[in-house]
């Protein structure tokens, strides 16, 4: 993506007389510019959505027949565990960390991030943070393997690869931690001259709530892995019932950060969408003052939910009452947002570029999602769900057709703003079909699995459940291949391609201040601050 | 007519396996059970999916109506709403209205779920890594049930053995948990090492198994046979691979078989393997304190 900014920079010389980026590797690595650092954070989680691909294909190619035919049950324990790690802290928060850096200053009106060097800090801590888990993998006793959610007592079998993993974890939550305060600073300091904070674009608020979110949460998941490391290496027994302790504390504490972290993958995503679908309807977002306080309430009750990932440890009565009433309740203002965006293009003027189609895929496939969602809220049916393919069906259409098709919206919206290219149309319109097609081949019989009685995190299983999982195989290698069109698109858009005027989408110039500026949007941007009415 | 016949079996066996597409009601949705839980809760769940059936089609409808109608192509022209607090109440209101319809027939299950008096026998359920141990704790009898030798032989990578030649491939055990029919069993859940769960679809609940500390549930079977399940939480390597069988038999069946078991236990039991014995029963009886104090 290097050419896009040298090519943006010498744009940029054209409007103003500042100065553009330094040269070759070393601009990358000190670099405080917010949209050189948001590349990198794009072209990271891009790299780690691609590697995180890899290991989940690695499972489906193991699930495709019945028996044991590639890999040792530990190693696949290790895929499943890695996997997920790598797609949430590697994969969908960088992508939305990376949108964030590019797009809140030029939503705003800001002329870069409120705290640069810490901004190229924060990117950079990510990098060594991964390197460490990617390490883990190489470990004798092999790479974790106790799941993403690190449960206690299994995760102490880990070998050497446990303490790489909770550095690895303590490494990126410094990171998103940065990245949030930058944001918040961001947002509440630097806005131009007008823009009260019920006049921000709906972007810049969900990510405003998603970064408290992050400064909430993040400590509370350190704290949980360290007393991890501590029991491990140094005697205490947090989590062990033989010295007085509990391993179902770590499963509160986990899921008190867990809840809200799913959260802060799918809030950045709704105000990915709430931008996209006004564009592509002209016409303004429907509910904008309910759409802030419904992303409001959903934070508010992530936090007071965390225990229906839990149902069957063994609650009281009244905790399970408590924890699934609060649970349906979030079926609330999601529905609202859902009803929002269908209330926005009624009665609109729709188009169907390639940022729309993949709005539209989240808003069908993610309310799907939602479905499901509300079905395990149900305490007495969860009992049966939980910790069944069920649950993964569910988690995967909220995050891959909900969170990352939001994340491929955004970026087929933005792309062209930031190369000053408009990308090939066709490629792009056959990224998204066979992406959403493929999606639900993969996923939807997850959900007959998960009914049919498969457990999760199963390496081989019995013969009735072979034919679904061929099916969600096929799918799986369909979506995996379609990504690499994704990454050919990018590639051939960075490099050239039709210019595009400084608004680039029909009509947006009313939906946004980042279609104000030139088109590729310069080095600097809004050195003045403009006025907003 | 042969042929007829040859037909009409390929027919069926295309139906059974081969074609997801024909896949039976069993292999996409919950099991009813054989429990009154069990069918508790499969009703919940239709109830439930019903109603976000409905709702999806609703909202779908709308949705797709927009995208169909309001096209720039077809000459839509915007309007220029962007509220309408009549209609942001209902879309409010109503769900909260749906959810209480929904919440009402949930608690009633799970207060009954909750409810373990009346238990007519109780039976002490150990997870290892990777197998489990069942312990009759008012009877003296206990055993270890681990997955079935063929089972095993065939799951070991590139064993050569095509699983579907195998009869019940990995849902398949040596020692089968043995119950009555009719009877409330209650069931008391814990873990030698890591953390397991229990869980028998036909019963329709499962319970995690966690070391040092015991869980309950209950179930109480009204038809005989045989139900299988699996271990449903990661516990390592082998998670895969530690199944669940529970034989369900008449009462005076079951009976038979106890005195069996203790019969075969006495005969087999030497002075030192009765103080092993004896000293774990004591452990059962601490156990259970804990189970009763909580």
Known sequence: ?533 | MNMVKRAFAAGVAFAGGASPAMAAWSDVNLRVGVTELSREIYGLHMLILWICVAIAVAVFAVMIYSIATFRKSKGAVPANFDHNTKAEVIWTVIPVLILVGMAIPAARTLVKIDDMRGSELTIKVTGYQWKWQYEYVDHGVSFYSTLARTSDEARQVDSGVDPRSVENYLLEVDNPLVVPQGRKVRVLITANDVIHAWWVPDFGMKRDAIPGFINEMWFRADETGVFRGQCAELCGRDHGFMPIVVVVKPQDEYDAWLKEQQAARQAAATPAAQTAQASQQVDTVAALRVANAE
């Not at chain 1, 992050?214 to 007393?227: D, E, K, N, R």
């Not at chain 1, 303004?284 to 839990?310: E, K, N, Q, R």
């Not at chain 1, 919206?413 to 319109?429: E, I, S």
Request: proline letters at 6%; charged letters at 10%; a neutral charge.
């Open chain 1, 1 to 533: 993506m290097s050419t896009t900014h040298t090519q943006a920079h010498g744009h940029a010389h054209e409007h103003h007389d500042d100065h553009g980026p330094a040269k070759g590797f070393k601009r990358w690595l000190t670099t405080t510019n917010h949209k050189d650092i948001g590349t990198m954070y794009l072209v990271f989680s891009l790299v780690m959505f691609l590697l995180g691909g890899a290991m989940a294909l690695v499972i489906r190619a193991e699930l495709f027949m019945p028996g044991m035919q590639l890999v040792d049950p530990g190693f696949f324990n290790t895929m499943t565990t890695v996997h997920a790690l790598i797609m949430v802290f590697g994969a969908v928060m960088p992508a939305t960390v990376g949108l964030a850096n590019w797009m809140i200053p030029l939503q705003v009106g800001a002329p870069d991030m409120a705290l640069p060097r810490m901004n190229n800090f924060s990117f950079w801590l990510l990098v060594a943070a991964f390197s460490l888990l990617i390490l883990s993998l190489f470990m004798p006793g092999g790479g974790p393997a106790a799941g993403w959610t690190l449960y206690p007592p299994l995760v102490l079998q880990t070998g050497d690869a446990l303490p790489l993993a909770i550095f690895a974890i303590h490494l990126a939550g410094a990171s998103s931690i940065m990245g949030a305060i930058n944001i918040i600073v961001t947002i509440m300091n630097m806005r131009a001259p007008g823009m009260t904070l019920l006049k921000m674009p709906l972007f810049v608020w969900t990510w405003l709530i998603t970064a408290y979110l992050l400064i909430a949460v993040m400590p509370v998941f350190a704290g949980a892995v360290t007393m991890l490391l501590t029991d491990h290496f140094f005697g205490t027994t947090f989590f062990a019932a033989a010295g007085g302790g509990d391993p179902v504390l770590y499963q509160h504490i986990f899921w008190f950060f867990g809840h809200p972290e799913v959260y802060i993958m799918i809030l950045p995503a709704f105000g990915i969408v709430s931008e996209i679908i006004p564009t592509f309807s002209r016409k303004p977002l429907f509910g904008y003052d309910a759409m802030v306080y419904a992303t409001a309430s959903i934070a508010f009750l992530s936090f007071i939910v965390w225990a229906h990932h839990m149902f069957t440890v063994g609650m009281p009565l009244a905790g399970q009452m408590f924890f699934m009433l609060s649970t349906m309740l979030i079926a609330v203002p999601t529905g609202v947002k859902v009803f929002n965006w269908t209330a926005t293009m009624w009665r609109g003027s729709l188009t169907f570029e390639p940022p729309m189609l993949f709005a539209l895929a989240f808003l069908f496939l993610f309310t799907i999602g939602g479905f499901s969602g509300l079905m395990m809220a149900i305490a007495p049916v969860d009992f049966q769900y939980h910790d069944t393919y069920f649950i993964v069906a569910h988690f995967h259409y909220v995050l891959v057709p909900g969170a990352v098709f939001a994340i491929m919206a955004g970026v087929y919206y933005w792309l062209p703003k930031w190369t000053g290219h408009m990308y090939d149309m066709k490629l792009a319109n056959l990224h998204f079909w066979s992406s959403a097609i493929f999606v639900n081949v993969l996923f939807f019989p997850q959900h007959f699995l998960g009914l049919a009685g498969m457990p999760r995190r199963i390496p081989d299983y019995s013969t009735q459940f072979a034919d679904w999982n061929m099916v969600s195989s096929i799918g799986a290698f369909g979506f995996g291949l379609s990504q690499l069109l994704f990454v050919y698109v990018i590639w051939k858009c960075a490099r050239g391609g039709a210019k595009v005027s400084d608004e680039v989408w029909d009509g947006a110039r009313v939906h946004g201040l980042e279609w104000t500026v030139p088109s590729p949007a310069p080095y600097h941007t809004f050195d003045e601050a403009p006025v907003v009415k």
